[in-house]
């Protein structure tokens, strides 16, 4: 099955404590994305990736990294997460010609 | 800078009722528009997706319009059912393969 997959889905941390998000697909999709969801904002890019060891800034990349070492893997990094950060993340992919139709199911983040 | 209005914000319908959801863009220099369906606890699911070129496109009960020139487009659902209640996102491709999305409009069809 076609399929984006995230991990974790949820998780709690406090302030300050380094964490990854996941993201993995099957589908051998070049292009990758993260964005973030927050009531009133709508969904935000954080950073995309055109292939291996291409990537680049979306509209919010402050206090994120990422990185692409293999095709299929796309993970988020949060160096010293902060309160601001709490909010649902979203991992996407697609072919390089095509729509970006494939979402994962999201990670709630919690910051405290 | 690309915005996407979506409106409603949320609407409630009965059952069978066809319904018209509205998505407004700033900048007509765009690649595609897409239609997604967001449920609570899962991912985006791809509805429909209609190129700068093309007007419309359907599949089953939804239909997808587009105008460039006025920065609308428009997603109907017939005979609405209360498996339709989910959230439906507007979002607009343009270069660099971003996408920018709209807030979104909440469906409630009740039974």
């Known amino acids: 099955e076609a399929q984006v997959t995230q991990n974790p889905r949820y998780l709690i941390t406090v302030t300050g404590k380094k964490l990854t998000v996941t993201c993995s697909q099957n589908?051998?999709?070049?292009?990758m994305s993260w964005y973030r969801q927050d009531p009133g904002l709508g969904l935000r890019q954080i950073y995309y990736s055109m292939n291996v060891e291409v990537t680049d800034k979306g509209d919010v990349p402050e206090g994120y990294k990422v990185s692409r070492k293999e095709k299929r893997n796309f993970p988020l990094i949060l160096e010293s997460p902060s309160p601001n950060q709490t909010s649902l993340y979203f991992c996407a992919s697609r072919p390089w010609q095509g729509p970006e139709a494939f979402f994962g199911q999201g990670t709630r983040l919690t910051v405290v | 800078k690309q915005e996407v209005t979506q409106i409603p914000a949320a609407l409630s319908v009965p059952e069978g009722e066809n319904l018209v959801l509205n998505c407004s863009f700033t900048d007509s220099a765009i690649y595609n528009l897409q239609w997604f369906r967001q449920d609570p606890g899962k991912g985006l699911t791809s509805l429909l997706l209609?190129?700068?070129?093309?007007r419309e496109q359907t599949s089953g009960r939804l239909n997808a319009s587009l105008d460039k020139s006025s920065g609308r487009s428009t997603l109907y659902i017939a005979a609405s059912q209360p498996g339709d209640s989910a959230t439906y996102l507007c979002?607009?491709?343009?270069?660099?393969?971003?996408?920018?999305f709209g807030e979104g409009t909440q469906l409630t069809v009740n039974p």
């Open positions: 209609i190129q700068s070129s093309q």
């Open positions: 589908m051998n999709h070049e292009y």
């Open positions: 979002a607009v491709g343009a270069s660099g393969s971003r996408l920018t």
